[in-house]
């Protein structure tokens, strides 16, 4: 088994790796969908009530799955996980201005304090050599 994987990890990119389990993914849907939906999609079609806003929300969906891979390619893991942290809080934040559903709590508040002095203190930080 670990020849294998090596064998693979060597011959085929991330691209074609990423592919491979994509499809996988999709056939496994798909069948799980023809199983459980399959009256609906034969009286309504497999696309029915499809808003513009759905084709939006899985355009953003692929957009951002593109992003995250450049962020880690050309950047840092820990970068990417800043940048999820900032972006959670704030969504919250907006969420908490503007929808009025969610609230403010104690928790919350300690989390953002941490996420934001986390990220100054990464981004100010002088950058350390790596150990020859």
């Keep these: 088994k670990q020849w294998y994987q090596r064998r693979v ?3 085929a990119g991330v691209w074609i790796r990423n592919t491979q ?3 996988c993914s999709c056939v496994v849907a798909f ?3 023809l199983l459980t939906e399959q009256t609906f999609i034969a009286t309504n079609g ?3 009530d499809f808003q513009p806003v759905v084709y939006a ?3 953003s969906q692929a957009y951002g799955g ?4 450049m962020v880690v390619k050309y950047a ?3 970068l990417k996980v800043f940048a999820t942290s900032i972006s959670i809080i704030l969504s919250s934040l907006i969420g908490i201005f503007y929808f009025k559903e969610l609230t403010f709590t104690a928790s919350f508040g300690l989390g953002l304090a941490l996420v934001v002095t986390s ?5 100010t930080s002088p950058a350390k050599k790596k150990a020859e």
């Design 66 to 69: 593109l992003l995250i891979g």
């Design 76 to 78: 840092d893991n820990i």
């Design 21 to 23: 389990l994509a499809l």
């Design 46 to 48: 497999l696309f029915h």
């Design 9 to 11: 990890a060597i011959t």
């Design 31 to 33: 069948t799980n969908l």
């Design 57 to 59: 929300i899985i355009l």
């Design 119 to 123: 990220t100054v203190l990464y981004s």
